[in-house]
């Protein structure tokens, strides 16, 4: 199961500073929800996964932290685990 938490904006958490951040667009959307994303080590990887999550219907920004292999996605509508599973594998990666 993918470990999902909605939080009201990812820069209102205290203490959190993406290593390497690749913003797509705004990330003050409705709905933001972050995912574990296994395989990542550079920023090659991390422009990939933002590419294709930002393709998705409604994705307004993605933020990729490669040290906790996490991804930040902001989107105007609660996406579906299937469709970010799917970018992320379009990507070559490993949704958590």
């Known amino acids: 199961m993918t470990e999902i938490e909605i939080t009201p904006k990812p820069t209102d958490v205290p ?10 667009a705004d990330l003050t959307a409705p709905v933001v929800a972050v995912y574990s994303v296994y395989g990542m080590s550079c920023g090659h990887c991390a422009g990939a996964v933002t590419r294709e999550l930002s393709a998705i219907e409604g994705v ?34 490993e949704l958590g």
């Open 15 to 24: 203490g959190t500073s993406p290593v390497t951040a690749v913003s797509a």
């Open 60 to 93: 307004t920004g993605v933020q990729v932290d490669l040290e906790a292999k996490k991804v930040t996605v902001g989107s105007d509508r609660q996406l579906s685990d299937d469709e970010v599973r799917a970018a992320v594998d379009e990507a070559g990666y």
